[in-house]
């Protein structure tokens, strides 16, 4: 038998998340551009902006279920 010891949507953060990787991935181009080019620049950023606007807007999400076989003595203590 599984039990649900916690759920947690962590959709909220990935929009920071994704707009610090876009932060870096700029700041680093100038180094990556001649090995990837400039057709891998336009998606990687598409990628990455489209992201964090479906996550900012909340059409995206990311969920996180734990469970434990018999349940956990005195519950489960999620970290956040």
């Known amino acids: 038998m599984l039990v649900m010891e916690d759920w947690h949507n ?3 953060d990935y929009d920071p998340t994704l707009m ?3 932060e870096n991935f700029e700041a680093g181009w ?3 551009r001649p090995r990837y080019g400039d057709a891998f620049y336009r998606k990687w950023r598409y990628f ?7 996550f900012r807007v909340r059409k995206v999400q990311v969920w996180q ?3 434990s076989k018999k349940g956990l003595v005195g519950g489960y ?3 956040r």
Request: net charge neutral.
């Open 10 to 12: 962590f959709g909220q």
């Open 20 to 22: 610090a990787w876009h």
């Open 30 to 32: 100038g180094a990556l």
């Open 48 to 54: 990455l902006l489209s992201g964090a606007g479906s």
């Open 65 to 67: 279920i734990i469970f």
């Open 77 to 79: 203590a999620p970290v």
